[in-house]
T-cell receptor, first 110, second 112 residues
Framework: RKEVEQDPGPFNVPEGATVAFNCTYSNSASQSFFWYRQDCRKEPKLLMS???SGNEDGRFTAQLNRASQYISLLIRDSKLSDSATYLCVPSTGTASKLTFGTGTRLQVTL | DAGITQSPRHKVTETGTPVTLRCHQTENHRYMYWYRQDPGHGLRLIHY???????DKGEVSDGYSVSRSKTEDFLLTLESATSSQTSVYFC???????????FGPGTRLTVT
């Protein structure tokens, strides 16, 4: 089983749509969780940290279910600029070792 | 944006030659990391550092060594480059009291 599993997509959605990404992780010792976005041939950029109670940042909402080892990201009112690959990233240990999957690709169209 | 630079940004080298990649930060963060990214794989940790002269291996450390003689610089060395080390290399930094990592712009390395 992969350590981080995400639907690779692509998810093709029109501008203004709401889209949700799901992610499962296998290491129950994971302590912190993040969503990064990565544009083609660029570095990953931190989108948001994910807290146990769930958290919202503008159009983005993240949820964490530790019992099911499941993380989600909801994007409302999609913009063309949201087109990217979204990476669900758990971290483990005091050194905060991040575990990356291959991500979910989102393409927002006119 | 986090103050992280990587050099060189692009490099083409021949099999068997030594290569050193540099990561430089202006944030004075204690933790620094080296990752590689390949098609079909997520980023994978090569080595990391938790302070000057303090380093440890990641999941794909074979063929790589690192050094950190100053807080601001973390060097990744391929002693004898192989074609399997063709990849994009990212450096990341982290504060000691937080878990978020911030990435540099990457180095594209091609070994022919």
């Amino acid at each position: 089983r992969k350590e981080v599993e995400q639907d690779p997509g692509p998810f093709n959605v029109p501008e203004g749509a709401t889209v949700a990404f799901n992610c499962t992780y296998s290491n129950s010792a994971s302590q912190s969780f993040f969503w990064y976005r990565q544009d083609c041939r660029k570095e990953p950029k931190l989108l948001m940290s994910v807290y146990s109670s769930g958290n919202e940042d503008g159009r983005f909402t993240a949820q964490l279910n530790r019992a099911s080892q499941y993380i989600s990201l909801l994007i409302r009112d999609s913009k063309l600029s949201d087109s990217a690959t979204y990476l669900c990233v758990p971290s483990t240990g005091t050194a905060s070792k991040l575990t990356f999957g291959t991500g979910t690709r989102l393409q927002v169209t006119l | 944006d986090a103050g992280i630079t990587q050099s060189p940004r692009h490099k083409v080298t021949e099999t068997g030659t030594p290569v050193t990649l540099r990561c430089h930060q202006t944030e004075n963060h204690r933790y620094m990391y080296w990752y590689r990214q390949d098609p079909g794989h997520g980023l994978r940790l090569i080595h990391y550092s938790y302070g000057v002269k303090d380093t440890d291996k990641g999941e794909v450390s074979d063929g790589y060594s690192v050094s950190r003689s100053k807080t601001e610089d973390f060097l990744l060395t391929l002693e004898s480059a192989t074609s399997s080390q063709t990849s994009v290399y990212f450096c990341a930094i982290r504060q000691v009291d937080a878990y978020e990592q911030y990435f540099g712009p990457g180095t594209r390395l091609t070994v022919t």
